[in-house]
């Protein structure tokens, strides 16, 4: 069957079709068109909702229309809308509501919602390299979300923790604003850290003297802090008057510690839940760093688990991981009438 999955919850218009076989999971991606406003949001040093709003509303046909002409398929054959319901900012997930609203009762096409995590949870399942074997676990973490949660075989998650305050991302996206290095900050970030790795290729873990608070790495439950260490990372700057020329140093430490906290926690959740597989998602899991880091950790401390990242282009928000989530909401066939579509700005994972 072909979904349609058309996401706008940020600062991305996303539209994808992909070709999924129900019965399996196995799906094909046939067009996945994002049009980023990220040039447009950085010189306010975050995103605008009023601006991200008036610019989904221009984008969105054409990002529509340019999935199909990608995938070189007709409207006629669609088989279902998917669309992020929730969360995000409201004005933008409203123009991608309102727009499958339209093209439902256009096109005749049932609609199914979807949440947002839950997207990036299912980017996982896009072209897997390993199989997933359950029950799994699924660390999420971008922009505006940190969660680690447990699924069954039957795809039913449910969370094991989540942060008490900022976000993975949020955390790179301040502490680049401290440091006045750009928006989004993971990227920036995240290559300063590299350059600065590189430069010690020897013994890295020598090379520093900065040290920053890794909050709750050692609480009993799964849950996380990142605030503290934003504010950890705040006081040194302040302390330190060369610390302009000492930025690729910092942005390793602040990494660092980002870094060792997803990866303690999960790996302790993970052996404490029995599970078979741990999967990362989300825009923060397009860190190489982490990408690498956690695969290792998984291979010395849970032998026989396996370890799924998505493929970079599936990490940060796009409409193939909306679709793909469809693809494992469809044996339920929850469909909502165009009529009934609604935004939820603050949608529960459930
Ligand atoms: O999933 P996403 O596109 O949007 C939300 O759902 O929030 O995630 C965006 C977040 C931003 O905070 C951005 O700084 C972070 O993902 N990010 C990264 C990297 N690329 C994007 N963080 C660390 N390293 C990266 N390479
Ligand atoms: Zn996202």
């Not at 900050?185 to 040290?211: C, M, Q, R, T, V």
């Not at 709750?216 to 040194?236: P, R, V």
């Not at 899991?285 to 880091?293: I, K, P, T």
């Amino acid at each position: 069957m072909y979904i349609l999955g058309i996401e706008t919850s940020c600062d991305e218009t996303a539209a994808s079709i992909i070709k999924a076989d129900p019965k399996t999971g196995r799906i094909l991606v046939l067009s996945n068109v994002i049009s980023s406003q990220i040039e447009i949001h950085k010189k306010y040093g975050g995103v605008v909702p009023e601006v991200a709003a008036r610019e989904h509303v221009l984008n969105i046909l054409p990002v529509i229309d340019e999935a199909l002409s990608v995938a070189n398929l007709k409207s006629a054959k669609i088989d279902v809308i998917a669309i992020t319901k929730g969360p995000g900012l409201i004005t933008s997930l409203t123009t991608g509501i309102e727009t499958v609203r339209t093209l439902s009762f256009a096109w005749n096409k049932p609609i199914i919602e979807i949440n947002h995590v839950e997207g990036h949870i299912f980017s996982n399942f896009i072209n897997p390299e390993t199989p997933v074997n359950f029950p799994a676990l699924v660390l999420t973490v971008s922009g505006g979300h940190t969660n680690l949660v447990l699924m069954d075989k039957s795809y039913k998650i449910k969370i094991i923790g989540e942060t008490l305050d900022d976000a993975a991302g949020e955390a790179y996206d301040k502490g680049a604003k401290m440091m006045n290095l750009g928006y989004p900050g993971g990227p920036i970030i995240s290559k300063y850290a590299n350059d600065f790795k590189k430069s010690f290729p020897k013994n890295i873990d020598a090379s520093s003297d900065l040290s920053l608070p890794r909050p709750m790495l050692n609480s009993k439950d799964s849950n996380f802090s990142f605030s503290g260490l934003k504010t950890a990372l705040l006081y040194q700057l302040k302390k330190d008057s060369g610390w302009k020329k000492r930025v690729p140093e910092y942005c390793f430490a602040y990494q660092q510690a980002i870094i060792d906290i997803l990866i303690s926690k999960t790996i302790k959740a993970a052996k404490r839940l029995e599970v078979k597989t741990v999967m990362l998602s989300g825009g923060v899991s397009a860190n190489q760093e982490l990408r690498e880091s956690l695969g290792l950790a998984i291979k010395k401390d849970l032998t026989g688990v396996n370890y799924l990242v998505p493929a970079k282009e599936y990490t940060t928000d796009n409409a193939a991981m909306i679709a793909a989530a469809a693809v494992f909401k469809l044996k339920n066939k929850k469909f909502t009438d165009f009529d009934k579509l609604r935004v939820d700005p603050s949608l529960q994972l459930k």
